[in-house]
Nanobody, 123 residues
Framework: VQLVESGGGLVQPGGSLRLSCAAS????????IGWFRQAPGKEREGVSC????????YYTDSVKGRFSISRDSAKNTVYLQMNSLKPEDTAVYYC?????????????????WGQGTQVTVSS
């Protein structure tokens, strides 16, 4: 199981980024995929999740209305579209899966993680 994140970078407040989570060695479509973030000195926080098959989506309160999670089955990739970015969104962002259809925003429930991609929101 391998997950690879990409799309991070430096963006001004109010800007947008789209993160990608590409999977190899398994078909991502059937499993829940979560996005998490970790800022320096803080615990890893669940940001969003998309469940397997039925594609229900979940968001932590601080990103509702600004972030959107989606899945492209043909590319075996999950995206996190981040709009109206704020300095407090600055963190390393990770995608993860526990190889089940169940969606969770709790980091300890996930077994497989990508290497992370840095998102910095600053003027």
């Amino acid at each position: 199981v391998q997950l690879v994140e990409s799309g991070g970078g430096l963006v001004q407040p109010g800007g947008s980024l789209r993160l990608s989570c590409a999977a190899s060695e398994f078909t991502l479509d059937r499993y829940a995929i979560g996005w998490f973030r970790q800022a320096p000195g803080k615990e890893r926080e669940g940001v969003s999740c998309i469940s397997g098959y039925d594609r229900n989506t979940y968001y932590t309160d601080s990103v509702k209305g600004r972030f959107s999670i989606s899945r492209d089955s043909a590319k075996n990739t999950v995206y996190l579209q981040m709009n109206s970015l704020k300095p407090e969104d600055t963190a390393v962002y990770y995608c993860a899966t526990e190889l089940s259809t169940y969606c969770s925003l709790l980091a300890y429930e996930y077994d497989h993680w990508g290497q992370g991609t840095q998102v910095t929101v600053s003027s």
